[in-house]
């Protein structure tokens, strides 16, 4: 995959690949994307692997040459769209790159929480660049419970799948504790699914302390939590959270 040598501004990268992905999507798989969301998707139909494989390539040809801030402000302007590609296709980019970036780019990626039009764009954001950095630095937890409060439902469901590498690599059990605390009253679906995901995967590295504190939130807790939190548990253990 290769750049145009002259057409070297990141909006003109972003408008070449807007092209390439309009061009090389599939209109039957589109149409069946829309199935999976409940708000109304804008999809030209490409298959997770070869979109992370077309963005991997755009990422080698692009980096050596113009270096990561570049790349950073090409994701930036896709991430504008309104297309579900071109968003995830901007996280794809920097997939597997947050060690090598800071503050100030952190700090964009947040922002991008407000352009998010879906829990399948959120998810590659908050999971993908969001997650790793909050584990790389446990300070930018701060930031993480903020966004708890916010009346944005992705701010509050990136609340919670930006603790999951940290929790994988068996760190911030106290703040997800707290932010699940924080989270449990919590109407919305979609912060529900992403808390109780959260806790799965804390089952999962921590389980004693998970399981006690399931026991401790099971008569208050939404049954949506409990159900998700509990699918890797055993038989019983769902049993006794769930009876």
């Known amino acids: 995959m290769t750049v145009a040598k002259r057409k070297t501004r990141p909006d003109v990268v972003a408008k070449q690949i807007r092209r ?25 139909g490409w ?8 963005a991997v390539q755009f990422r080698r040809s692009i980096s050596p040459k113009h270096g990561m801030n ?8 896709l991430f504008s769209g309104r297309n579900l590609e071109e968003k995830v296709f901007a996280v ?27 829990w399948a764009d959120h998810d590659a954001l908050a999971h993908y660049l969001l997650s790793p950095m909050v584990a790389a630095d446990p300070r930018r937890c701060r930031d993480v419970f903020s966004w708890a409060k916010s009346t944005n439902r992705w701010r509050r469901r990136a609340a919670c799948v930006a603790l999951i590498r940290g929790t994988r690599e068996r760190q911030l059990f106290p703040q997800i504790v707290r932010l ?58 769902r049993r006794r959270i769930l009876d």
Not at 47 to 54: D, E, F, G, I, S
Not at 70 to 77: H, K, N, R, S
């Open 180 to 237: 699940s605390n924080q989270l449990l009253k919590d109407e919305d679906d979609m912060v529900q699914k992403g808390l109780g995901w959260l806790i799965r995967e804390t089952a999962k590295t921590d389980p004693k302390r998970t399981m006690a504190y399931l026991m401790k939130i099971r008569k208050n807790a939404p049954r949506l939590v409990l159900r998700t939190a509990c699918e890797t548990l055993t038989v019983a253990q």
């Open 47 to 54: 298959y997770t692997a070869a979109l992370r494989k077309m």
């Open 20 to 44: 390439l992905l309009r061009e090389g999507g599939s209109a039957d798989h589109a149409k069946g994307v829309q199935w999976f969301f409940k708000e109304e998707i804008k999809s030209h």
């Open 92 to 118: 794809f980019l920097l997939e597997n790159q947050t060690e090598n970036l800071g503050d100030r780019e952190f700090k964009l990626f947040v922002s991008w929480l407000d352009r998010v039009s879906s």
């Open 70 to 77: 570049f790349v950073i402000q090409v994701a930036d302007d």
